[in-house]
């Protein structure tokens, strides 16, 4: 089993609509969570961390943890064509010096 | 601008060749690492140095060989280069651990011939 799932997509959603992106995790100790978003040829940029239960929202954007689970989903409320790009979810198992990549899931916004 | 910089941004070399990358942060993070993202875009840890001191090496072939001559540096050698190694390398940087999240460098596309 892999330590970090994502599903590759592509996800195609319209603009204006909810982009859902979901990410499972192996490891039940787990501590931090990222979401980040990659561009074409471009390197990751955080855009989310969460680190305890429940939602985290910051402007369009919504993290979701549920630890019982394992699992990790990010929200793009109202999404844009700027939007498209792969979002790369990221699993810090211990707090420490490793932190483990999904594949990533790539979003694509229609205009 | 504070930021993370590699260089060279694109790299291109034939087998057998020695190269090295060279990363640099001006954030003030203690710890540095490098990935290697491979054509399935999938980004895989090979090192993490914290405070010049080598944290992580996670199975990487003894060809490749990461240097840290103070905390804001980190850079990659890799001697005898194999087309397998072509992928696109990442350095980053973070506050302590990797608990804040990464800042990545733009990336240095390595394609060996």
């Known amino acids: 089993q892999k330590e970090v799932e994502q599903n590759s997509g592509p996800l195609s959603v319209p603009e204006g609509a909810i982009a859902s992106l979901n990410c499972t995790y192996s490891d039940r100790v787990s501590q931090s969570f990222f979401w980040y978003r990659q561009y074409s040829g471009k390197s990751p940029e955080l855009i989310m961390s969460i680190y305890s239960n429940g939602d985290k929202e910051d402007g369009r954007f919504t993290a979701q943890l549920n630890k019982a689970s394992q699992y990790v989903s990010l929200l793009i409320r109202d999404s844009q064509p700027s939007d498209s790009a792969t979002y790369l979810c990221a699993v810090n198992p211990t707090g420490g010096f490793k932190t483990i990549f999904g594949a990533g899931t790539r979003l694509f916004v229609k205009a | 601008d504070t930021a993370v910089s590699q260089t060279p941004k694109y790299l291109v070399t034939q087998m057998g060749n020695d190269k090295s990358i060279k990363c640099e942060q001006n954030l003030g993070h203690d710890t540095m690492y490098w990935y290697k993202q491979d054509s399935k875009k999938f980004l895989k840890i090979m090192f993490s140095y914290n405070n010049k001191e080598l944290i992580i090496n996670e199975t990487v072939p003894n060809r490749f060989s990461p240097k840290s001559p103070d905390k804001a540096h980190l850079n990659l050698h890799i001697n005898s280069l194999e087309l397998g190694d072509s992928a696109v390398y990442f350095c980053?940087?973070?506050?302590?651990?990797?608990?804040?999240?990464?800042?990545f460098g733009s990336g240095t596309r390595l394609t060996v011939v």
């Open positions: 980053a940087s973070s506050r302590e651990t990797g608990n804040y999240g990464y800042t």
